[in-house]
Nanobody, 116 residues
Framework: QVQLVESGGGLAQPGGSLRLSCAAS????????MGWYRQAPGKQRELVAT???????NYADSVKGRFTISRDNAKNTVYLQMNGLKPEDTAVYYC??????????WGQGTQVTVSS
């Protein structure tokens, strides 16, 4: 079955960095787009970044220039490098595998807290 397992969340100071990882299994990772979303308390889940099967990327305006999404098809893993973190980046971050045999899959989420 499809599994997405996130890791790398935690506490960071404003201006700091974190790197999230999402290990995928159960589908043909290399031909599937992948994405990162986040949900802050009391807010709707929102897109952070996506990466296509051929490496094209797309970012929310709020993270452009600070976050970088990448993938390693040999490891079936997608990453989110987060630099210049701000308190407003605090949220639960979710890995997404869209349209895997027509179904969207989500990881369990990893908490990112940005605070001094």
């Amino acid at each position: 079955q499809v599994q997405l397992v996130e890791s790398g969340g935690g506490l960071a100071q404003p201006g700091g960095s974190l790197r999230l990882s999402c290990a995928a299994s159960g589908f043909f990772f290399s031909i599937n787009a992948m994405g990162w979303y986040r949900q802050a308390p009391g807010k709707q889940r929102e897109l952070v970044a996506t990466i296509s099967s051929n490496g094209n990327t797309n970012y929310a305006d709020s993270v452009k220039g600070r976050f970088t999404i990448s993938r390693d098809n040999a490891k079936n893993t997608v990453y989110l490098q987060m630099n210049g973190l701000k308190p407003e980046d605090t949220a639960v971050y979710y890995c997404n595998a869209p349209k895997v045999r027509t179904i969207d899959y989500w990881g369990q989420g990893t908490q990112v807290t940005v605070s001094s």
